[in-house]
């Protein structure tokens, strides 16, 4: 089955400053990549999501990789803000749907 | 904008009993999933299901666990003898379309085993 690895598993950025978060998977017929962001007792928020026929996709300062050759695909945040706190998972698909998750990333973003 | 909804939002029981988790997806989709969440890890599949079927479920979802749609609005997970290990917060998540269609997941149960 699918294995998502996610690293790292913190991250202190300082505001302005971009974070970045990667995460690798085993199965190749994977073909969808959403990211979510959890804050403390929230649900799972969909930020973006990245289709294995896309190598690249962006909203405003959020952005999405996709390398399906090294099978890595990595978030990048740019110009954080404080309310951009909070635990990040990515998460890999094949066909039948089941989201794998990776083990999650706390950024922090200090004034 | 539509939201997938959970009741009840915590959920107490003693080592033994059942439970049941309720969630309402978003109306016009037509797939549906458990997922829980252990305090501090990782978000885990559990169970998907389609056309009133189990489409897929994971290990952890044993002979104890059962999912149902007894109405066309409501989507359960239920939890025949629920152990300490069971203690977690169960998100349900629905998607319209297909599988691959984003899964927007609900407030979540936390569930709380003594």
């Known amino acids: 089955g699918e294995n998502v690895e996610q690293h790292p598993s913190t991250l202190s950025v300082q505001e302005g400053d971009s974070a970045v978060i990667k995460c690798t998977y085993s199965?190749?017929?994977?073909?969808?990549f959403p990211w979510y962001k959890q804050e403390l007792g929230k649900r799972p928020q969909l930020i973006i999501d990245?289709?294995?026929?896309?190598g690249e996709k962006k909203d405003q300062r959020i952005a999405v990789t996709l390398n399906k050759t090294a099978k890595h695909f990595s978030l990048h945040i740019t110009e954080t803000q404080p309310e951009d706190s909070a635990v990040y998972f990515c998460a890999a698909t094949d066909s039948w749907g089941k989201l794998q998750f990776g083990a999650g990333t706390q950024v922090v973003v200090t004034p | 904008e539509p939201e997938v909804t959970q009741t009840p939002s915590h959920q107490v029981t003693q080592m033994g009993q059942e439970v049941i988790l309720r969630c309402v997806p978003i109306?016009?989709?037509?797939?549906f999933y458990w997922y829980r969440q252990i305090l501090g890890q990782k978000v885990e599949f559990l169970v998907s299901?389609?056309?009133?079927?189990?489409?897929?479920k994971s290990e952890i979802f044993d002979d104890q666990f059962s999912v149902e749609r007894p109405d066309g609005s409501n989507f359960t997970l239920k939890i025949r003898s629920t152990k300490l290990e069971d203690s977690a917060m169960y998100f349900c998540a629905s998607s319209e379309r297909k599988r691959t269609d984003t899964q927007y997941f609900g407030p979540g149960t936390r569930l709380t085993v003594l």
């Open positions: 199965d190749s017929a994977s073909n969808y």
């Open positions: 990245i289709r294995s026929n896309v």
């Open positions: 109306s016009n989709h037509l797939y």
């Open positions: 299901f389609y056309n009133n079927e189990i489409s897929e």
